[in-house]
């Protein structure tokens, strides 16, 4: 039982992949990552290479599909306001994907460390909060914080934390319970039944997250991003004109 | 157990290169062929249009021209009918004049002939009562100048 609990302990830890220059330690997530770069690179490459415009081949007909699915699946998320944002939150849905999925092959998946999450939470928030500066103004979006009302001003400014502080939880804890158990299942039943729940656990549970982490993202960028209310004091001086004429 | 330092900047760095590849690597080259599609699509819907236009336009103009053609037709076949009518009347008018002359001449040398014959019927007449004046001078009695005269009449006349 102490072996096991060992055992888990150490599948648990975020080991250093090697270290440069005696002093930056970079984390086996990191070198993880760059494998799903690659293999998401070579993808994309093989998939686009010799396209044509007339008669395509089935790779290039697969590739026309993968990028209208991912266009239409985060367009629709995203709002008429804020398509600019496709590309970025495909990429983050890929790469979530692929990270999760990678488990698969007994890796460990970088989404279960940390900074990992932080990182992706950290360019939400901040890609969120620069659509809503690039949509509203600079006025616009601090004024945005006062509404509906001026006394939620406290919570929406606690939202600017909370939203990546969630959406970083959720993953990271999503993904490294899904792990612990994968562990465990493996290490009492290592033939056979891993296979069962490495289906849903890593598969079913990976792409849910990855599409949980871009669909919040999604909503808040597409929260952000609609255009400035006209000011409800300006409303109410036009409404007395109206009322007065 | 949990773990957090500067490998949260590679992370970011790493998701920002993987943006830009995936950008580069999938988007750019697959938007590029679905709009050269789609404006290929575009020219040759435009170039089917203008064909058709261009035949409607061929179209209007055959008739327009076949019409002439049959405007010209008509034109030259009744031109043709009035010259040959023309030619008809000149030609008839021609011949009425030139068989009228021939009549007239015709007749003017009848009429020469006739004179000519009666001239020299008168000159034989004028022979004959000069030849009667002599021999009746000639002869004895009237009896047997009668007689004469009337052998050299009848004789004449066969």
Known sequence: MKALAHKLVEELTVETAFTIGGKIQIAESVVITWVVMAIIT????????????????????????????????????????ALQYREYMSTVLLFIG??????????????????VTIALSLMSIILIEAAGIRAKGGKGWLRSFT?????????????????????????????????VIMELIKMLVPVGV????????????GLIQAYVFVFLTSLFIAEAAEPAAPRPKKVRKAKKKAVQA | MLRIDLNIVWEIINVLILFALVKKFLFKPVREI???RNDEIEASYQ??????????????????????????????????????AAEYDRIVSEAQSKSEQIISEARDKAKAVADQEKRKAEDEITGMVKEAAAKIAESESDEKLYDDFLKEVSQNEQ
Not at chain 1, 98 to 115: R, Y
Not at chain 1, 154 to 177: Q, T
Not at chain 2, 52 to 74: G, H, T, V, W
Request: include cysteine; charge should be neutral; aromatic fraction near 10%.
């Open chain 1, 42 to 81: 070579f993808l994309c490459i093989w998939l686009t290479r010799n396209m044509k415009v007339r008669n395509p081949g089935k790779r290039q007909l697969a590739a026309e599909f993968i990028v209208n699915w991912l266009d239409s699946f985060t367009g629709d998320m995203l709002g008429e306001h």
């Open chain 1, 194 to 205: 891993p296979v069962v729940f490495s289906l849903y656990f890593d598969f079913f549970d």
């Open chain 1, 98 to 115: 692929f990270a999760n999925i990678i488990g698969v092959f007994g890796v460990k998946p970088p989404t279960k460390d940390m900074n």
């Open chain 2, 34 to 36: 679905l709009k050269k």
């Open chain 2, 47 to 84: 170039a089917a249009e203008k064909t058709n236009k261009d035949a409607d336009d061929l179209k209007a103009q055959l008739a327009a021209s076949a019409s002439k053609i049959a405007e010209n037709e008509e034109k030259a076949v009744a031109d043709a009918k009035v010259k040959g």
């Open chain 1, 147 to 179: 509404e509906p009302i001026a006394i939620v001003t406290p919570i929406n400014i606690l939202e600017v934390f909370i939203r990546p502080l969630s959406l970083c939880m959720r993953l990271f804890g999503n993904v490294l319970g899904a792990f």
